[in-house]
């Protein structure tokens, strides 16, 4: 057997399956796509070694949205496990099938070349305020290409960023923002390119080193995962790291923000990331009813239990992540809500792409907003 | 008897074959030759670079060309695989709008065309790798020409920042 994934075994405590497939049955990719199941994989893992297990093409359907790990009663780390498994697939050459085209990795690829000079900060309008050197940093992410890559689906994932540095501003706190910030690697660190993540994460490293920022604030989920866990596990950082909503609930706790009434009903899309991965389920929430007015509806699965948006990192995009989204749409809408609240640019994505779907029905529509911009929009002036 | 007509860089259409190492190794120690990828349209574009090989009109072997069914193929992970395996210049040519063989197929060209240039602007491409043409099967002297100046372009601007990033190895899990 492979040392890397026995030790994977090991670690992930996948020895311990006592094959009950509560996995399988929780699974939001099983439940539509019926020849994938997390307890056969985990099977084929202890059981037959590695051989047909790396070149098995299920093990790149996972969304590694955690869901399977939070049912298990026997507390396996199941994505753990997918992670190790992928990053021997790809040694092999084996290789998840990318979603468009892949343009999405070929964009952090290229990011890698240390001597590309990118031209990433024309979103920051004139009433932000933004520097270069300072103590917190504003993680800005992909986003700014997102919204090109996807302007035909009219997504505005960087209302997030200046509603983010609106926030950050109106606390006193004028935020770097990197011209020269890389992609945080998480995409293609989950689909097993474990040497251009690295090479991603140094650039990152040593440019957010170099600018002095002693904290850095996220408003992508996925970008706070990969500085709060894989940096520090692979490369020994020491950051101090923060989601924006927990910078807004801290601020709120303080009296710091004032918010304006706001008469809507909202309902709330647990990110995989920013809830199962790093446990951050209170503070959306209370930023959400912080603002008066506003009414949250959750979702019949929230919190642990919420389903995640149908596609990790760029990859294995299907009809089973359509019907995914699909019925957390319609798992929304039921709630009553007029606005549906995100925290992950990607969740946005998926959603809006599902829902410019001509044959999407009106009861998969909903408005969406992201959290950040739904509290900047709240915020009193002055 | 015709050899004399074929110039040196015809081996480079095989890939494998020696000539093309020793055809580089030489580039390296003479000059930067342009690597440049065009994505060509079956039925103008792909006949045009026929016409000017058949009429026996010269342009640079530094052109590779991939034929696409349609110019509204070209996606911009087209382009961003072409420039992240090391393309120095990228050229998208198609059908003029009114003899799409598709109808809308050069239009939409032209639209994602520019979903590309905004992308690879904010990577910080030189605007001038990337350039969008259209060429119509009978115009095989403009192939030729357009090829000849691309290349010239691409020639000025030196060789592309991006360098082939290989795929994973374990050497960092190793010092884990």
Known sequence: MNSKIAKAIRDSKAYLCMECGKCTGTCPVSRYNHGYSPRILVNKAIRSGNHDLLKDKNIWACLTCKLCDERCPAAIEYIDLTLTTRLEAKKIGEGALCSHGGAAQSLMRIMTTPELEQKRLDWIDNDLKTTQQGDVLYF?????????????IKVNTLQAARASVKILNKLGITPVVLPQERCCGHDLLWSGDMENFEKLARHNIEEIT???????????????????????RYFGTHFRVEHITETIARAISNGELKMKNLEKVV????PCRLGRHLRIYDEPRKAITSVPGLQLNEMARSRQRAICCGVSAWMSCSTYSKSIQ????????????????????????HFQCAMSDEKAGNDTRIETIQLVTLIADALEDG | MRQGDKKSGDSTIMPNSKNTVTQQSRDKTTGFEPKIVAFCCNWCSYP?????????????????????????????????????LGADGVLVATCHFEDCHYMFGARKAADVHKITERLTAMLGIEKERLKLDWISSAEASKFARVAKEFTETIRKL????????????DEIIENE
């Not at chain 1, 170099?210 to 520090?232: H, L, M, Q």
């Not at chain 1, 309902?267 to 647990?270: A, E, S, V």
């Not at chain 2, 060789?159 to 190895?169: D, H, L, Q, R, V």
């Open chain 1, 140 to 152: 800005v992410g992909c986003m700014p290409y997102f919204d090109i890559l996807f302007s035909d």
């Open chain 1, 210 to 232: 170099k600018s002095g920022a002693k904290r850095i604030v996220f408003s992508c989920p996925e970008g706070y995962r990969t500085f709060k866990i894989d940096y520090p």
């Open chain 1, 267 to 270: 309902t709330f899309q647990d």
């Open chain 1, 326 to 349: 699909r019925a957390r749409l319609t798992e929304a809408k039921e709630t009553g809500a007029d606005l549906f609240v995100l925290s992950c640019p990607k969740c946005e994505i």
């Open chain 2, 48 to 84: 045009a670079a026929d016409g000017a090989g058949v009429a026996r009109l010269q342009y640079p072997t530094n052109i590779k060309i991939v034929r696409v069914m349609c110019g509204g193929r070209v996606t911009p992970s087209f382009v961003l695989k072409a420039f992240e």
């Open chain 2, 158 to 169: 030196g060789p592309s920042a991006i360098k082939k990033s290989p795929y994973a190895t």
